[in-house]
């Protein structure tokens, strides 16, 4: 990482961050080839959100941790680009939970589970956390889900009543709101196909969602109702907002 | 590419596409390590465009070739991206111009130099062409600029009084500009320093764009007055017009 990317103070800084993280990771074969597209996309959604957790980001991220808090078996899943931009975050959330972390990757390669599996094992390990990391012998599947993005644990993900899913594909958001799961969704495009299937969205950037529920979990914020189209329509018109704001006549 | 990408008929072909041609030209050296994210961003306001070109794009299209028709010395400068994207088309609108092309990168090796201008030599070759590749002994400054991206051609980007920039950095686009030359911008984003500096702006995806440009410029369309800010405001009220459309509540 360049010397003006290493520098906190500089305005680009958690920009920088996180493509060296990503750059890192593609080095260390973990990611899948459309990782870095995937985040392009991204980067141009928390522009419009001015790169900042809005409101009722905020709002979305308190009601997750608490339904996170409240789950009888709770579990985050985890693929490549998460692991990249964010492992040790997820890893201290799972700490927090008591929870496992369980590695669900959509291109599903034995080179790339290894890679994912001993990244994480040896963050868990560095930073003494302990936490449970599945996905290396899955033994069960996702319904309405075909071929290796179906691959589960049984007692993981087949077995949670709550589940956080960061950057997931729609299909299988969906698949996961069929079962009858709380399915928590991290999603910088309000109109993204898993953003609207989730039970509770979070339209905010990885990292800052991150270390927001960090902060949140361990108060222990009871559940309230969460209206998800309220959440989405705020986001939405913060965006539109924002956008409509650039006045060029 | 996968089946599915080969037939024209799949709704995501053309984004699929773009993808593929840009893989192939990673393998080959002749991207930048930042190229995926920045085409990811791309993808993201195409989406918001709707994967069209919109009326106000192809007016800016038109007033574009009308000023590459009139120029003197009008001159394309490309870079990785694009070589990618749309090599071939962007090699034909040369050729139509009977101007030359030149390769003007912001992260300047010369590996990367050598691939894209192999990569384009051979194009130029196999479509018998014969549209000239400059790029390969730049013995010009951009004034204004620091570095290896500053240098060019003195009788190519120096010398033009219109230049045709896709995918265009800010800070080079605003030097062309104080250069005194017309600097016709493709680029995704109505709020990027890019489409701002432009003296015409086409808010569209690069390979729609070459394509119109292959259709009009032969029509030799007379150059009108063009209001650059019209064109923006009509491109990002389209954008934030179909985004409020998307209605949660």
Same mark, same amino acid.
């Given at each position: 990482m360049g010397k003006h990317a290493a520098d906190p103070s500089h305005p680009r800084y958690r920009s920088l961050l996180m493509r060296y993280r =990503? #750059?890192? !990771?593609?080095?260390?074969?973990?990611? !899948?080839? %459309?990782?870095?597209?995937?985040?392009?996309? $991204?980067?141009? *959604?928390?522009? @419009?959100? $001015? #790169?900042?957790?809005i409101p009722s980001a905020y709002e979305a991220t308190k009601a997750a941790a608490a339904r996170l808090v409240a789950a009888k078996n709770p579990?985050? %899943?985890?693929?490549?680009?998460?692991?990249? =931009?964010? $492992?040790? +975050?997820?890893?201290?959330?799972?700490?927090?939970?008591? &929870?496992?972390? +369980?590695?669900?990757? *959509?291109?599903?390669?034995? +080179?790339?589970m290894k890679a994912l599996l001993d990244h994480l094992n040896g963050l868990s390990?560095? /930073?003494? @956390?302990?936490?449970?990391? /599945?996905?290396? %012998?899955?033994? $069960?599947k996702i319904p309405g889900l075909e071929g290796p993005r179906a691959k589960c644990h049984a007692a993981g993900i087949l077995a949670c009543d709550v589940i956080l899913v960061p950057l997931e594909d729609g299909?299988? &958001?969906?698949? @996961?709101v069929s079962m009858g799961k709380q399915v928590l969704v991290i999603d910088l495009n309000p109109l993204s196909r898993s953003a609207?299937?989730?039970?509770?969205?979070?339209?905010?950037? @990885?990292s800052r969602v991150a270390n927001n529920l960090i902060e949140i979990i361990p108060k222990q914020p009871d559940v309230e109702e969460w209206n998800n189209n309220v959440g989405l329509q705020s986001a939405l018109d913060h965006i539109v907002k924002s956008m409509g704001n650039n006045i060029f006549l």
């Amino acid at each position: 990482m360049g010397k003006h990317a290493a520098d906190p103070s500089h305005p680009r800084y958690r920009s920088l961050l996180m493509r060296y993280r =990503l #750059e890192e !990771a593609a080095e260390k074969g973990m990611l !899948a080839g %459309s990782a870095m597209i995937a985040h392009g996309r $991204g980067e141009a *959604f928390d522009y @419009l959100l $001015g #790169e900042q957790t809005i409101p009722s980001a905020y709002e979305a991220t308190k009601a997750a941790a608490a339904r996170l808090v409240a789950a009888k078996n709770p579990i985050i %899943s985890l693929n490549g680009n998460v692991v990249a =931009l964010a $492992g040790e +975050e997820m890893l201290r959330i799972a700490a927090l939970l008591k &929870c496992p972390v +369980e590695i669900n990757i *959509f291109y599903r390669t034995p +080179e790339r589970m290894k890679a994912l599996l001993d990244h994480l094992n040896g963050l868990s390990d560095e /930073l003494n @956390l302990n936490v449970e990391i /599945l996905g290396a %012998s899955p033994d $069960g599947k996702i319904p309405g889900l075909e071929g290796p993005r179906a691959k589960c644990h049984a007692a993981g993900i087949l077995a949670c009543d709550v589940i956080l899913v960061p950057l997931e594909d729609g299909d299988r &958001c969906e698949a @996961l709101v069929s079962m009858g799961k709380q399915v928590l969704v991290i999603d910088l495009n309000p109109l993204s196909r898993s953003a609207k299937m989730g039970s509770v969205t979070m339209v905010d950037e @990885l990292s800052r969602v991150a270390n927001n529920l960090i902060e949140i979990i361990p108060k222990q914020p009871d559940v309230e109702e969460w209206n998800n189209n309220v959440g989405l329509q705020s986001a939405l018109d913060h965006i539109v907002k924002s956008m409509g704001n650039n006045i060029f006549l």
